[in-house]
């Protein structure tokens, strides 16, 4: 799935929200998650985040991959 980094933190644009067609961003309280079971991988939030904070999970920037898991673990059952 695609994953939300840092870049995102009380930036929160939302653009991304917009161009998903399956709706599975969703808001925290200080940046937005991808559900990694909703996300069918079709890339088109990708490109529409004006911060670049969004990345396939396998090719997340080096030193961020701690978000990749964090993406997940949001969408744990408490
Ligand atoms: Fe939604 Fe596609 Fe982005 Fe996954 S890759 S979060 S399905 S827009
Ligand atoms: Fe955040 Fe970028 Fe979406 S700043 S809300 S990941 S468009």
């Known amino acids: 799935p ?10 929160m644009d939302r653009s991304c929200m917009e161009e998903c067609p399956v ?9 937005l998650y991808i ?3 909703e996300c069918i991988d079709c890339g088109a ?3 529409a985040c004006p911060v670049t904070a969004i ?3 396998t090719k ?11 993406n ?3 969408f744990e059952e408490p």
């Open 2 to 11: 695609y994953v939300i980094t840092d870049a995102c933190i009380d930036v």
């Open 55 to 57: 990345s396939l999970d």
């Open 60 to 70: 997340v920037p080096s030193g961020k991959a701690e978000f990749a898991e964090d």
């Open 35 to 37: 559900n990694p079971a």
């Open 72 to 74: 997940a673990r949001f």
């Open 23 to 31: 709706d599975c961003i969703y808001e925290g309280k200080r940046k």
């Open 45 to 47: 939030c990708e490109p």
